[in-house]
């Protein structure tokens, strides 16, 4: 089974930390490097991915067939997806058993979706 794990941040929770505070909050960069290594060797960490912040994202919709593209905020929000991880696990109990360990949990919410659709996938389906 593969899932996303989305990771959501919160500027206005997080203001006033630096980013050194934040990596030691989370428990320092050898305690993360650890995990994602062991993550790694027994196959569950397939991709880690860390976005921007917001204000640098574009949007693109088509309108009467010509792309309309624009650089306001996507949503009116204080929270917003700050990264994510693939993983591949037996269970979903074991996604959850991982969600848990990922150190920024401790301070940002961290939300768990089962993929039901990934590239092979899509591509086979295509045929």
Do not use: W
């Not at 009467?64 to 994510?84: M, Q």
Request: with cysteine; charged share 25%; proline share 3%.
């Amino acid at each position: 089974m593969k899932f996303l794990l989305l990771i959501h941040n919160n500027l206005e929770a997080l203001k006033g930390f630096t980013e050194q505070q934040l990596v030691e909050m989370s428990g320092g960069r050898e305690h993360i490097a650890t995990l994602a290594r062991d993550l790694m060797t027994t196959g569950e960490l397939v991709s880690v991915l860390g976005l921007n912040e917001p204000g640098e994202e574009k949007e693109v919709q088509l309108v009467a067939g010509t792309p309309v593209i624009s650089d306001r905020p996507f949503l009116e929000t204080k929270e917003y997806l700050a990264g994510a991880m693939v993983l591949h696990c037996a269970s979903v109990e074991r996604a959850l058993e991982i969600a848990a360990l990922i150190p920024l949990a401790q301070f940002r919410r961290v939300q768990l979706r089962e993929i039901r659709l990934d590239q092979d996938d899509f591509l086979a389906e295509l045929g």
